[in-house]
């Protein structure tokens, strides 16, 4: 079945600090990937949509110049929480659907940000 | 008022009693998923449908497109089914998901 990696898993570090996080499609090729952020108890919220080759679209309320999505490759999605401070902190998930229509969306296992 | 809801909200049964978790949504949808996501976060993809009936083990999804409802089944249910559910609806022309609230299902030994 598709697979999508997510790495890191876990990452703790200090106020001021960037924190990249990759999204893979391990075993298909992924035109569109999604970056989601969820609080503790509540639902996912869409962050953006990660296009390859094009820049990302960004759901409204979302910084862009904060948090930098780069999709160069039809495998690999990232993104970077820059300058990041304590609100920042939350479960950051990716999921990836193959190319062409009508396919369902395969998600990575997270990761947790932690900002001190 | 969400365009999808879900209820109940949480969920407590007994190992192999029959769980039914139910969504509906408020606006025309191309596809309905059922996600499981595990105390880890980790998201698992159950059924992507868009009319009548899946089955996969102890699982079955089934939508009602014209009232716009879906409920997830699980037959047998066991300690290791715990997790949260959540429908998600694809519409429109792109692939964005609008999520329910989600499910909290424990399952009792």
């Known amino acids: 079945g598709a697979v999508v990696s997510q790495h890191p898993s876990w990452v703790i570090c200090k106020s001021g600090t960037s924190v990249k996080i990759e999204c893979r499609s391990l075993?298909?090729?992924?035109?569109?990937m999604f970056w989601y952020r969820q609080f503790p108890k509540q639902s996912l919220m869409l962050m953006a949509t990660?296009?390859?080759?094009?820049?990302?679209?960004?759901e409204q309320g979302v910084e862009k110049d904060k948090f930098l999505i780069n999709h160069a490759s039809l495998t690999l999605s990232t993104l970077t929480v820059t300058s990041a401070h304590p609100e920042d902190s939350s479960f950051y998930i990716c999921s990836a659907t193959r190319t062409g229509g009508g396919q369902p969306q395969h998600f990575g296992d997270g990761t947790r940000l932690s900002i001190l | 008022k969400n365009e999808v809801e879900q209820s109940p909200q949480n969920l407590t049964a007994q190992e192999g009693e029959f769980i039914t978790i139910n969504c509906s949504y408020s606006?025309?949808?191309?596809?309905l998923h059922w996600l499981q996501q595990h105390p880890g976060g980790g998201i698992v993809s159950l059924f992507m449908l868009s009319s009548g009936k899946k089955k996969h083990g102890r699982l079955i999804a089934t939508i009602n497109i014209q009232e716009k409802h879906s409920s997830l089944h699980i037959t047998a249910s066991h300690p290791r089914d715990s997790a949260v559910y959540i429908c998600a609806v694809k519409s429109g022309g792109n692939e964005k998901l609008t999520f329910g609230t989600g499910t909290r299902l424990t399952i009792i030994p």
């Open positions: 606006v025309g949808i191309s596809a």
């Open positions: 075993d298909f090729q992924a035109t569109t």
């Open positions: 990660s296009n390859e080759g094009s820049k990302a679209t960004y």
